[in-house]
């Protein structure tokens, strides 16, 4: 393999880098490159292509065409194990770090010698730790450590693999701004050590104290990489949101608003935990409410604790009113009775029993609506309730038999969406109703929305992706750190608007 | 589970009846400025009503009456006591309430028709709304028993309960109670065949139907306090919110102790409480967020004094709203009525007459 030229100082390259998953590009034909000892920032919104990106970097997952270089060598990563022996390595937004194990042993794993001896495992640990300056205790558990320290742990293990590149992902999301001060010196150490940084961050101010330079991505290109002295938080958001919206699928402006009909939802001072704090929103029948707000806004908490999913604090917990009367649920079933319907963002997880057929889901919605006293389960009404539904949302396969793991994306999540349908409910919750979904799904979930709103139901959608909730809502609301903090008209928002309203 | 029990454990949870929460200001009440930006008519100290005969435009100002010529308030008559409600009708009746007590029926000329100081055979002591039902019927709303118009604050953070809607035939010298026992009765409207009222410290409206029949409350609680209304010519009407709801006084009104210590030992001007305006003293209680920061008020700080207009649809539903934040200046709005295409506002918290121009459907233009 032929060494291309490349610019002195930069640790990695990539060029014309393209990732596609089922023929749709993640990335596409992205130019980047990472200087030594540099702290890089990578922005976008979700679904920009950031994660791809750097998971072609750390060898997760392999480029579809386009080249990577380290030192100016080209490599192909197949596996992460290729990334650590080039020096790359990823610090996740949630650790990988075996919580049961202490703090060495979780250093020094995977690189276990034959015969270990715990004490000595610690003494090095000390050391090494002493070395970086973390105050970390080697022989504590990892479970007992705060989010900041965890991530300490993390770098420092990345050190220890004889990391260059060490890539972050939402370092600071679940740290406090005193975490966050601890965690921006530790980045500033390992550049003083020489080690170059990438880190993603929806945090825009964080990008501009700490990176040299930025990079933005949208719809999976590279938009512009600059110094950071050429940014201010109007040219990122710009650089962010500024696509050319006659090439996306969400390109229709939302002309006609909805009116808004009885307030059916009512949501005053709620309170949970740290997630969300002093919320108040209403719903109105007969509109789609947009929900929009970054990783962490206290989005889908709140709308977990309207469908029971979740508690709100036992203590001045705040009120949710349906149709003006007070409601608390103890179980998301009495919710359901009420005629909320809760319409996950995980799928996978919490969506669907994957070894049952469609019709048998969307059945289970139906049972979950009603009970079924006798103990009785039709099978010829699940068929029949099942074949509706099929039709309806247009679930593509090849029967109705079919185990749900076996559809694609968008045919589980319309399964998903029967399922709450089929209970017939008054509040539509939809929580990320397309992500993971293609492209022809995306429009029909879309259609399915718009027919509920002009049924006169009341339908909320909490999406991430701007374009999504501007095409979708009649009104916007937008969410940070844990409450609702401006509603835009849909005719009145625009996407600097709304984001600045996320960001600020 | 028992009702004691029930309202102690709410009381300790803070859940139920002792859940200290405010309706949000979203939808159609979202926060604008278009008090604030509404044309100042003219500046009169003590303006606290409104009223329009369909040629005129009738106000009230401390114990002067006043007639609008232009931009310029024209005395009309002058009473011995303050006038504390008006009303007027396209007849050429006015009818003031004076001091709280009394009801009297004058003409153009100031010369008086009929007179009355009882409701139903209790005495009127805090009459604060008047609205013309008929051509020899009048609408009115005593506030309290115990507090004047002047002390609503009082009532307030008394828990008063003693606000009552009645109607006056001056033809048939008779009185008849509509409605009693109200938590401060502050506003009446005749729509059509409904005779509505405002209970201003349940933040909601009753109303009545022609055979007396009360009917069930189809307006949502509301984040402020209501008062006065008028008819809306696009259909629906229009009512004022002279305060507004803090979550903080929603505590002090769960507090009995501290309020009752609070009333016996601070003078009223500086109590944790609403006001119709704010800012003028560095005296007032710091409310949450309401204190300035860096020489700054917040325009969605909690508001201490508030401006605050809903137009109400007649199904109950609120359509369009207009407001003065809390870093405006238009705070204390207590009248409002349609006049010649536009609508006139009484901001008694800034004393002035404001004007906003209405378009084809009878909306803010």
């Known amino acids: ?504 | 589970m028992p009702s004691s029990f029930q309202r102690w454990w709410d009381r300790l949870l803070g859940r139920g009846t002792a859940a200290i929460t405010v309706p949000i200001m979203d939808g159609a009440i979202k926060p604008n400025r278009a008090l604030d930006e509404a044309t100042v008519v003219l500046e009169l100290p003590s303006i606290d009503d409104i009223a329009s005969d369909g040629k005129d435009l009738w106000l009230s100002a401390g114990s002067v009456l006043f007639r609008l010529d232009g931009l310029q308030a024209l005395e009309v008559c002058r009473f011995e006591v303050p006038i504390t409600a008006l009303a007027a009708d396209s007849n050429g009746l006015i009818a003031v309430a004076l001091g709280g007590r009394e009801l009297r029926l004058i003409d153009a000329e100031g010369a008086t028709v009929a007179q009355t100081r009882v409701l139903a055979g209790r005495a009127l002591h805090s009459a604060n709304a008047l609205a013309f039902e008929s051509v020899d019927s009048l609408l009115v709303s005593d506030g309290s028993e115990h507090y004047g118009t002047d002390q609503w604050c009082h009532d307030l953070m008394q828990h008063g309960k003693s606000g009552k809607v009645g109607r006056w035939n001056w033809k048939l010298s008779t009185t008849t109670l509509l409605a009693d026992g109200l938590g401060y009765a502050f506003g009446v409207l005749a729509d059509g065949a409904l005779v509505r009222w405002s209970e201003s410290w349940k933040h909601t409206l009753g109303s009545v139907s022609e055979s007396q029949v009360a009917l069930p409350v189809n307006v949502a609680e509301l984040p402020g306090y209501p008062s006065r209304m008028a008819l809306a010519h696009g259909g629906g009407f229009w009512l004022t919110c002279f305060v507004c709801r803090t979550q903080l006084v929603e505590f002090v009104l769960r507090e009995d102790a501290y309020r009752k210590r609070m009333i016996e030992e601070v003078h009223p001007s500086q109590w944790v409480a609403p006001a119709l305006s704010s800012g003028k003293s560095f005296l007032e209680p710091l409310q949450g967020a309401g204190v300035k920061t860096m020489g700054v008020l917040k325009p969605w700080a909690p508001p201490r004094s508030y401006g605050l207009v809903l137009r109400v649809a007649d199904d109950g539903r609120v359509i369009s709203s207009l407001h003065s934040q809390v870093d405006g200046q238009h705070h204390g709005i207590t009248a409002v009525v349609e006049h010649a295409g536009d609508l006139y506002l009484v901001s008694k918290g800034s004393a002035r007459l404001l004007r906003v121009k209405l378009n084809s459907a009878g909306d803010v233009a």
């Open chain 1, 1 to 504: 393999m032929n060494t291309p030229q490349t610019l002195p100082d930069v640790v990695l390259e990539l060029r014309d880098a393209t990732k596609k998953y089922g023929g749709v590009p993640a990335i596409e034909n992205v130019n980047f490159n990472l200087r030594r000892g540099e702290i890089h920032a990578l922005l976008g919104e979700n679904g920009a292509g950031k994660s791809t990106l750097t998971k072609v970097m750390v060898g997760v997952v392999p480029l579809s065409s386009g080249q990577m270089l380290v030192e100016g060598k080209a490599v192909m990563m197949k596996t992460p194990l290729d990334a650590r022996d080039h020096g790359i390595a990823m610090v996740f937004q949630e650790t990988g770090l075996v919580p049961s194990m202490t703090v060495a042993q979780n250093l020094f794993l995977g690189r276990e010698k034959f015969y270990n001896r715990l004490r000595g495992v610690y003494i090095s640990a000390q050391q090494f730790l002493q070395s970086l300056n973390f105050d970390v205790d080697p022989t504590v558990s990892v479970s007992m450590l705060g989010a900041a320290k965890k991530q300490m742990v993390e770098i420092a293990r990345a050190v220890l693999h004889d990391a260059r590149i060490i890539i972050f992902d939402e370092p600071t999301a679940s740290l406090t701004p005193e975490e966050k001060r601890y965690f921006f010196d530790l980045v500033f150490n390992l550049k003083s050590r020489g080690v170059s940084v990438i880190f993603i961050s929806h945090a825009l101010e964080e990008a501009l104290l700490l990176a040299d330079r930025i990079t933005v991505l949208r719809d999976g290109q590279l938009v512009v990489t600059d110094d950071k002295v050429n940014f201010d938080r109007a040219r990122i958001i710009q650089a962010m949101v500024g696509r050319d919206l006659s090439q996306t699928l969400y390109g229709q402006t939302k002309t006609e608003v909805r009116k808004p009909g009885e307030c059916v939802l009512s949501v005053r001072n709620l309170r949970m935990a740290a997630m969300v704090k002093n919320n108040s929103l209403s719903v109105f029948a007969g509109q789609v409410t947009g929900v929009f707000g970054l990783v962490g806004s206290g989005r889908t908490e709140t709308f977990k604790v309207v469908a029971g999913l979740m508690k709100r604090d036992f203590f001045h917990g705040g009120e949710v009113l349906l149709r003006g009367k007070p409601i608390r649920y103890r179980v998301a079933r009495q919710a359901v009775e009420d005629g909320i319907a809760y319409i996950t963002e995980d799928r996978k997880v919490e969506g669907f029993f994957e070894t049952m057929s469609i019709a048998q889901n969307i059945y289970m919605g139906l049972l979950g609506k009603r009970g079924n006293i006798r103990g009785m389960v039709s099978g010829a009404k699940a068929t029949e309730v099942g074949d509706f539904w099929s039709k309806l949302l247009k679930v593509r396969a090849i029967s109705q038999d079919v185990k749900v793991i076996e559809l694609s994306g968008g045919n589980q999540q319309k399964v998903v969406i029967a399922k709450s349908l089929v209970q017939n409910p008054e509040v539509i919750i939809f929580d990320e109703p397309t992500r993971g979904v293609d492209v022809g799904a995306i429009a029909e979930i879309h259609a399915e929305i718009n027919r509920l709103a002009d049924e006169g139901k009341a339908v909320v959608v909490i999406s991430s992706y701007l374009p999504e909730v501007m095409a979708l809502s009649d009104r916007i609301l937008v969410a940070r750190q844990g409450k609702v903090v401006t509603e835009f008209a849909a005719d009145q928002a625009t996407q600097e608007g709304i984001m600045y309203a996320a960001i600020h």
